[in-house]
């Protein structure tokens, strides 16, 4: 009698490890899900579907305003395929040497507080081609 209370908590014990396991797993792909979507997606998008996105597009022409504070910048980022589809974006933090009006970008946050914009923690910039390898020029002699 003894052997099957043994392998009855075994049992209960693998099931137990086995689906905190399962929970730990399924739980940890849905906190870092990230959608990658352009502008025209995100805006067909649900206000608490963009609580952390990465958006990419251009940056437009005009107002473009670099933060009060010092460090950051405002702007509208236009859609990359269709420019009627914009968003202002509001970013907090160092701003690339390379960012400038009709530089292709990545921003990385959410959707700002009141769904008035796009809140981004991150902006990337889209290396000219300058710095890619076949317009290099060879400095070696």
Do not use: H
């Not at 099931?15 to 396991?21: M, P, T, Y």
């Not at 979507?37 to 805006?43: F, K, Q, S, T, W």
């Not at 670099?66 to 933090?93: C, E, N, R």
């Amino acid at each position: 009698m003894a052997g099957n209370n043994k392998k009855s908590l075994y049992a209960v014990a693998a099931v137990l490890f086995l689906g905190g396991l399962g929970w730990l797993i399924a739980s940890g792909f849905d906190e870092g899900a990230v959608y990658f979507l352009n502008v025209r997606e995100a805006l067909a998008m649900k206000p608490e579907q963009l609580k952390q996105a990465r958006l990419f597009g251009t940056v437009a022409e005009q107002g473009i305003a670099p933060a009060p504070g010092g460090l950051g910048v405002s702007f509208t980022l236009i859609d990359k395929d269709d420019a009627q589809k914009s968003m202002q974006v509001v970013y907090t933090g160092a701003v690339p040497d390379t960012f400038k009006a009709g530089v292709e970008v990545i921003v990385e946050g959410g959707l700002a507080p009141g769904g008035n914009g796009f809140a981004a923690n991150s902006l990337m910039t889209k290396c000219p081609s300058k710095y890619q390898k076949e317009n290099r020029k060879d400095n070696r002699g």
